[in-house]
């Protein structure tokens, strides 16, 4: 089955100093999701990114779906940015979503 | 309006307890998701009603019994749970799309965080 491979698998970033996180996938995709799951468990959806590039204030996200990478990028990072990012791609049957492992961000003040 | 809302928000149950989860959405979508999370790793997919017809059981136990009474709503029935059954379980939707609901996004509700003694 497909591969999703997230990196790194943990961050630790000072409030204020920008990121990027990875997601590597083994084969072609329909779509690709990014997610941030805050420390009270909510998935909270940032871009539905299946290629292209998407800005939505200090995140934004660039998939290049034909090298079978996505990366999300985090400016002037904040602390209420900590929490885990999964990247998830569909799978055209059942509309199932496999995820990564996910990055656990900290973003100390 | 993009929310899904799932009650209650905790729950304690013993192994003899039968209890459910409820899930509600309505934006209108017509596929509807149970994911079980354990701590640190990602969610993992349970269950996927399509037009409020089950289309994917991941070869859940069957102390896990979901339902689906119409398109806004979705109920996961708990009987004779296990510890190991402990967990964060979260409820989904999205558009179905034409074949298989690829293209769509999918939103999440803040999840039912589940202890069983």
């Known amino acids: 089955g497909i591969q999703v491979e997230q990196s790194p698998p943990d961050l630790i970033l000072q409030e204020g100093a920008n990121s990027t996180l990875r997601c590597n996938f083994s084969?072609?995709?329909?779509?690709l999701q990014w997610f941030h799951q805050n420390p009270w468990g909510q998935l909270i959806n940032l871009f539905y990114i299946p290629s292209g590039t998407k800005q939505n204030g200090r995140l934004s996200a660039t998939t290049v779906a034909t090298e079978r990478y996505s990366l999300l990028y985090i400016s002037s990072s904040q602390t209420t940015d900590s929490g885990v990012y999964f990247c998830a791609v569909r799978l055209r049957q059942g509309g199932k979503l496999i995820f990564g492992q996910g990055t656990e961000l900290s973003v100390k003040p | 309006d993009t929310e899904v809302t799932q009650t209650p928000k905790h729950l304690v149950m013993g192994m003899t307890n039968k209890k459910s989860l409820k899930c509600e959405q309505h934006m209108g979508h017509r596929a509807m998701y149970w994911y079980k999370q354990k701590a640190k790793k990602p969610p993992e997919l349970m269950f996927v009603?399509?037009?409020?017809?089950?289309?994917i059981n991941e070869s859940v136990p069957s102390r896990f019994s979901p339902e689906c009474p119409n398109s806004s709503l979705l109920n996961l029935h708990l009987h004779a749970l296990q510890p190991e059954d402990s967990a964060l379980y979260l409820c989904a939707s999205s558009q179905p799309g034409t074949s298989g609901f690829a293209a769509y996004t999918q939103y999440f509700g803040p999840g039912t965080r589940l202890t069983v003694l």
């Open positions: 084969d072609s995709v329909n779509n």
């Open positions: 009603y399509s037009y409020e017809k089950l289309s």
